[in-house]
Each structure stands twice: as C-alpha cells, then as structure tokens.
C-alpha cells in the first residue's frame, strides 16, 4: 500500500541538540511538506519542496533545515537554533499541480519534546 | 496574506443532530476545497474535497461551497460521539506562476458529540 511514513514516533531531545525527523513515501508524489503543529492550533508551514534538490522556506522556517536528494526522502533537522521545538511535526505530500480534487496526504507524524 | 478562517469551538452537539462546521476564504483565485478530520493526536486524514459550487454528499457528510461568499461548509447528519475530533478547512491556493497550489489550513473546529 502506497503511503508515507514518518520516524520516529516519538523523539526527545536535549537542549543544544539537533535532531533528525524521517519522511519517506512511496506515492511517487514530486511535493513533499513539513509542518510544525502545537497544541490547540493549526498547522504551521515550516518547507516545501516541489523537486528533488530544491525546496522553499515556509512560515516558519528559522531553526530548521531540510534536504531532498531523492523523489521519496525529504527528512527534517531541528537545530539548536530552534528555542522551542516541542511540537507535533507532520509530514505530507502531493501529486502535480492541475489535479483539483487531490489534496494532501499526511503521515501519521513524530511528536518532539524538549528534556 | 492568503487566510482561512474557522470558529476554534468547540461546538457541542447531541447525538444524532446535524454538525454544521463553517469556514471563510480570502483568496478568490481558490479553486479546492478539502475538509479533514483529526483526532486528538492523530494525523489529519481527508475527509470531503469539493471544487464546484453546491452541495457535495458522501455518507452523512455534506460539503457546500459558495464561490461567490467565499465560503465552505460541512455537515454531519445523525452525528455520533466517535465524530468528535478536529474538522480543519484547507483551500488550495489560486494560480501561482511555474509552481504547486498550496493547501492553506485553517486552525480548526473542535467538535465533541455527546450521548
């Protein structure tokens, strides 16, 4: 079954660390996204990309860093920079542009908390 | 700023009424419209997409669009206690030049159904 998948589940981290969140797919969609969600709020958009081996700064992208060297990889760094990265960090991606009725898929996320 | 408005709640409402969840849009050029449900921890998941004016039915979930008010809404017939979660609106966003139409989300409506 075609999906994405997001690890790990749950991540701690320690202050001054940086830490790796996994998303994978295997949908064969070109876009993937990262979003950044607290608790009580809305989802925050934190990078995109639309391309292997380019992505664009979302809303919120100060403290974190992104790669995408292949089609199905796009993994997020929190960095040290990032004073307060406890969240719920979501994983999604889509199909070409000019299909009205596809939206996003989700993976089933990683959850940070700062120790 | 392209904006997606959504009463947070929570909206309570018995078993077995309608569920009425509204959302407004500030970007006209906006041609999809997708409602997710997300359960307290839990990923969004998709629930309805709509992109004509009118009403769209799928099972006990009615999506409505009004192009012309800016103006998406869903309703839940006979809702039941396992409906209350999160309804989060998403609007993809109009024509942007040589790239993807992203969905911009709303923060949510809370909706708890009580027995």
């Known amino acids: 079954d075609g999906g994405i998948t997001q690890s790990p589940k749950y991540l701690f981290r320690k202050e001054g660390q940086n830490v790796t969140l996994s998303c994978e797919q295997n949908l064969n969609h070109d876009a993937m996204y990262w979003y950044r969600q607290d608790p009580g709020q809305g989802l925050r958009l934190i990078y995109y990309s639309q391309i292997v081996n380019d992505f664009q700064k979302g809303d919120i992208a100060e403290g974190y860093s992104v790669s995408r060297e292949k089609k199905e990889s796009f993994p997020l760094t929190v960095t040290s920079a990032q004073k307060n990265p406890t969240a719920f960090y979501l994983c999604?991606?889509?199909?070409?542009?000019?299909?009205?009725?596809?939206?996003?898929?989700f993976g089933s996320g990683t959850r940070l908390t700062v120790v | 700023q392209k904006e997606v408005e959504q009463n947070s709640g929570p909206l309570s409402v018995p078993e077995g009424a309608i569920a009425s969840l509204n959302c407004t849009y500030s970007?006209?050029?906006?041609?999809?419209f997708f409602w997710y449900r997300q359960y307290s921890g839990k990923s969004p998941e998709l629930i309805m997409f709509?992109?004509?004016?009118g009403d769209k039915e799928d099972g006990r979930f009615t999506a409505q669009l009004n192009k012309a008010s800016q103006y998406v809404s869903l309703l839940i017939r006979d809702s039941q206690p396992s409906d209350s979660a999160t309804y989060l609106c998403?609007?993809?966003?109009?024509?942007?030049?040589?790239?993807?139409?992203?969905?911009?989300f709303g923060a949510g409506t809370r909706l708890a159904v009580h027995p």
């Open positions: 998403a609007v993809k966003e109009g024509s942007v030049s040589g790239g993807y139409n992203k969905l911009i």
């Open positions: 999604a991606s889509s199909p070409p542009p000019g299909r009205l009725h596809y939206g996003y898929t």
């Open positions: 970007d006209r050029g906006s041609q999809s």
């Open positions: 709509i992109y004509s004016n």
